[in-house]
């Protein structure tokens, strides 16, 4: 305002004849000269960067199968971010990662880099990482023994593509902060979630159950971002359901439903023309986007329309032969294929997770593979067996046709609502954050005669029924859930590692130990016990951020709990707010049930590290959060998580070099698409390629595969990529240590892909016995789609 009065000095002295008619131009002086004055009340950034780890050789995070290798591209990974600022005052950021959780030592080293960048801007607390809990991306992140155990210890290039994913995406939210505003919209998704444990949840109280209609959370609260010029930037949404729609047999990396969900949608804003001047979102790209095979399309902008197949066309397809191998003198190989807007953001789009602990996506049931026959409801199992019994996701038998269809219910919910959030987010920009030892404490529970008793939670420990696993991914052996009693052979194998003592025992019961995790410090610690928890808050809008995964009951309890305290405030300022959970975020700690589903002991149940007062632990630390915030207080925190980079250790071989036969190049075709091909719509085109190990270079932002279209004589122009969800990057060994490899690029063609000549290019590097790594690149031959 200091510039507006100085601008107006002259004006308002004047005589009063002339004042007037000196109003208008008051107006427009004001409201050039204040940015105060905006109607927008925050300022908002959106950014997105590629986080696809290694393609080869690395265990995948999730299911803890030691054979589930990944060898392949599905589609590609993302770090997604927001920022919301107050001009002068707070800001807060939101990261959404295609992988399985967060990692508390990916968190500490972000934040290093943010404080390096930026001083102290972005911190532990106002940031918040949360991953969306696909079990289909590479391991070995994570700093805790008992999550890289699978993957043969920390894995350094899985760790270092995350960490420069989140910086850079967070980077290019903080570089397109702009004035804007925020909608906040919500509605129920009823088919994309089932609870898995549903015996488990039985034993809430009737009363409690009594209050809601569903076993699950069927609700997706999303947040609609509008840049003051541009329009629509973004939308971020919540909502429960495991990522598990890709088996534990998958090789190829995936964001699964959610990963899916998300490029659905980006995808769909993009043939929209959103962002734009003046934006305002429409159905009319649905129908084009989901034909008849619903294989949604990323195409380049640049491909011309549709048009006829023509013999001449047939024929000129049939001139281009295989390219052969040839070397590239660069490491930037090419950029993924999209239409870019110079000058504005892309459209961001994020699909988050909330308290998916007891949800699953396969929603179809669950059933035993020998028999068919629906599986025991207490214990899963099948004549006993847990191993045997399976959930069913919508397109069973096909995992890559359920994970489309979850992901497009999703996306399908995520557009309505974004096309009809009318709630404008108004209010503050607030957080609260503090770290917590969860091995020892203190909890005030109610007694049995109702009065008020101190409890503590437990060093970390996992059940028998843990290794049981679930309907999503079943365990081995003869571990069932439910079990309460444990195994005396397996305790002996327990007690080769670690004998739990007698109070730890008590301290978790009913749980029989397996895995004294919580008190096994070699070579470093097995698990947890320092973990955050953080409120984020944006006008009416908080975000509840915990460092696992809530149960549907457990995630309810959290939410009424710190709604309970900020609206008791009397000033009315949190009278209206929607509160969400965003699970598995900042770090990782396994499961949280309510006090009566631990009793059960399900695989839920056994993955409560802390025991059986890990919810009220939760629930009475949030509400401290909550009460801070509310009173304008400052949270103080005693306890700083350990970084352990330097005491990693990981035993997974690199790659020695790579080689062809004899008198074969890199970039070859081993299989080529048959000659003079024509294809049609929905058909599968494919071709295998003489390639090298995927760890070489993980091609950043880049791609292996890529299928280009002839535009003219002598133009090819690429169309689809390795992020695209028709087109697979798919790799392998002809034996396990054999230096030689081969690509096979599958492309399943849209029914929106436009007519015309197409063929298949896939780059690679490769690595030689002496000397540096070398990049290459082949083509197929040609071939037509009608």
């Not at 002086?29 to 696809?52: E, F, H, K, N, R």
């Not at 996992?462 to 365990?475: C, E, K, L, S």
């Not at 959060?625 to 949270?635: F, G, P, S, Y």
């Not at 390639?691 to 280009?708: I, K, M, Y």
Request: hydrophobic content about 35%; charged content about 20%.
């Amino acid at each position: 305002m200091m510039e507006a009065s100085s601008c107006l000095r002259y004006h308002v002295c004047s005589s009063g004849s002339r004042m007037i008619w000196l109003w208008p131009f008051l107006v427009l002086v004001l409201q050039s000269c204040s940015p105060a004055l905006s109607d927008s009340p925050y300022l908002v950034g959106m950014g997105s960067y590629d986080i696809t780890g290694p393609a080869a050789d690395v265990n995948m995070m999730g299911y803890a199968n030691a054979e589930q290798i990944a060898s392949g591209i599905h589609f590609r990974l993302k770090a997604r971010a927001f920022i919301v600022a107050e001009p002068n005052g707070k800001r807060v950021v939101f990261v959404n990662l295609d992988a399985c959780m967060a990692s508390q030592l990916v968190t500490i080293k972000v934040l290093e880099r943010l404080k390096a960048r930026y001083g102290d801007l972005y911190d532990e607390n106002n940031v918040a990482i949360s991953g969306i809990h696909t079990h289909a991306g590479p391991g070995g992140y994570l700093q805790y023994v008992v999550y890289i155990v699978t993957s043969l210890g920390f894995v350094r290039q899985s760790f270092d593509v995350i960490v420069n994913g989140i910086e850079q995406c967070i980077v290019e939210a903080h570089n397109n902060l702009r004035t804007g505003k925020i909608y906040v919209n919500k509605g129920d998704l009823l088919d994309a979630g089932v609870n898995r444990s549903p015996s488990a949840y039985l034993n809430n109280p009737a009363e409690e159950r009594s209050k809601y209609q569903y076993n699950v959370d069927k609700e997706m609260t999303l947040i609609k971002f509008v840049d003051d010029e541009l329009g629509p930037v973004g939308s971020f949404n919540w909502f429960a359901t495991h990522g598990t729609s890709m088996s534990r047999t998958n090789s190829l990396i995936s964001g699964d439903n959610k990963g899916a969900a998300a490029r659905f949608m980006e995808d769909w804003a993009e043939q929209n023309g959103i962002p734009k001047q003046g934006a305002h979102a429409t159905n009319d790209g649905l129908e084009f986007l989901h034909r008849i095979s619903g294989l949604p399309r990323r195409v380049s902008s640049i491909i011309p329309e549709p048009n006829e197949i023509t013999d001449d066309l047939v024929q000129l397809a049939s001139s281009y032969e295989a390219s052969g191998g040839r070397r590239l003198s660069g490491s930037n190989i090419t950029k993924r294929i999209r239409s870019t807007q110079q000058n504005k953001p892309k459209f961001v789009s994020a699909f988050c997770q909330s308290n998916c602990g007891d949800v699953s996506p396969n929603v179809l049931g669950t059933f035993c593979i020998d028999t068919g026959l629906p599986c025991d409801f207490n214990h899963s199992t099948c004549n006993g067996k847990n191993e045997l019994c399976y959930g069913r996701g919508p397109g069973y038998p096909d995992e890559f046709e359920s994970t489309r269809i979850i992901g497009n219910r999703q996306f399908l919910k995520a557009v309505d609502l974004f096309n009809s959030a009318s709630e404008e987010i108004q209010g503050r920009v607030d957080y609260r954050h503090t770290y917590l030892d969860f091995s020892q404490l203190e909890v005030n529970v109610p007694s049995s005669t109702g009065e008020q008793q101190v409890v503590k939670t437990c060093p970390a420990a996992m059940g028998f029924a843990f290794a049981a696993g679930t309907t999503d991914g079943p365990g081995a052996f003869d571990f069932k859930q439910g079990d309460v009693k444990g195994n005396p052979f397996w305790r002996l194998v327990r007690n080769l590692l670690k004998t739990p003592g007698k109070e730890q025992v008590d301290c978790q019961a009913p749980k029989p130990i397996l895995l004294d995790t919580g008190e096994m410090k070699e070579p470093y610690d097995w698990a947890p016990a320092i973990l955050p928890i953080q409120i984020i808050r944006i006008g009416q809008l908080v975000i509840l951020c915990v460092p696992g995964e809530f149960t549907t009951m457990a995630g309810r309890r959290l939410r009424d709990a710190v709604k309970k305290v900020l609206t008791s405030d009397n000033s009315g300022e949190f009278n209206d707010i929607h509160v969400v959970l965003a699970g598995l975020t900042n770090t990782y700690s396994q499961y949280i049930t309510t006090f009566e589903e631990y009793q059960i002991q399900r695989y839920e149940g056994a993955s409560t590290l802390y025991g059986p007062h890990t919810l009220s632990g939760y629930i009475q630390e949030f509400q401290k959060l909550a009460t801070a915030m509310v009173a304008n207080k400052e949270v103080p925190t005693n306890f700083q998580p350990p970084d352990m980079l330097d005491k990693q250790i990981g035993l997974l071989p690199g790659v020695m070099f790579d080689s062809t036969p004899p008198g074969v190049k890199f970039g070859d075709v081993s299989s080529d698409v048959p000659a003079s091909s024509t294809f049609r719509k929905g058909s599968v085109v494919n071709a295998t390629f003489y390639s090298a190990c995927p760890r070489n270079d993980l091609l950043t932002d880049g791609t292996f595969a890529l299928v280009e279209k002839l535009d003219g004589t002598d133009n090819w122009v690429p169309a689809y990529d390795d992020d695209d969800w028709s087109l697979c990057f798919i790799w392998s060994r002809p034996a396990k240590l054999s230096p030689r490899s081969f690509a096979t690029l599958e492309w399943t063609i849209p029914e929106d892909a436009p007519s015309g000549v197409y063929r298949l290019r896939h780059f690679g590097a490769s690595k030689p016995l002496f000397g540096s790594i070398k990049h290459f690149t082949g083509t197929s031959r040609a071939f037509a789609v009608r």
